[in-house]
């Protein structure tokens, strides 16, 4: 349910001007300030946090590498069964976990201590 959520938010996103510059800054590598500003990136860090949480070893590296990547996995998954037309979001997924994980590796230790 994480990640059909996800797929949902993003879809939302598709006709809000707001999030499409987000998400446009973000590809180029100039990101928005703050992630809250689209709102399934949040969701996608959240869940990932959870999933960490739940597996007993909060603020490994290791713990939280494996929530992500499992994630990412079940995010991919369902994005191969998706029309033609909709496969670009696979890459964006792939760039946003890029972005998400570099900055989850300095902050979510900190914040889960």
Do not use: C
Not at 4 to 16: E, L, P, W
Not at 50 to 61: H, K, L, N, R, Y
Not at 66 to 76: D, G, I, V, Y
């Amino acid at each position: 349910t994480r990640t059909i959520g996800v797929i949902s938010k993003i879809d939302q996103a598709a006709s809000d001007q707001k999030s499409l510059a987000a998400v446009q800054a973000l590809l180029l590598g100039q990101g928005p300030r703050s992630t809250s500003e689209i709102d399934w990136v949040a969701l996608i860090g959240q869940s990932v946090s959870i999933a960490s949480a739940q597996s007993g070893s909060v603020g490994s590296e290791s713990s939280l590498e494996t929530a992500w990547r499992a994630e990412s996995e079940s995010l991919r998954s369902i994005l191969t069964g998706a029309p033609q037309a909709k496969l670009g979001r696979i890459a964006l997924v792939d760039t946003l976990a890029r972005q998400i994980r570099n900055r989850m590796k300095v902050k979510l230790p900190n914040i889960l201590t």
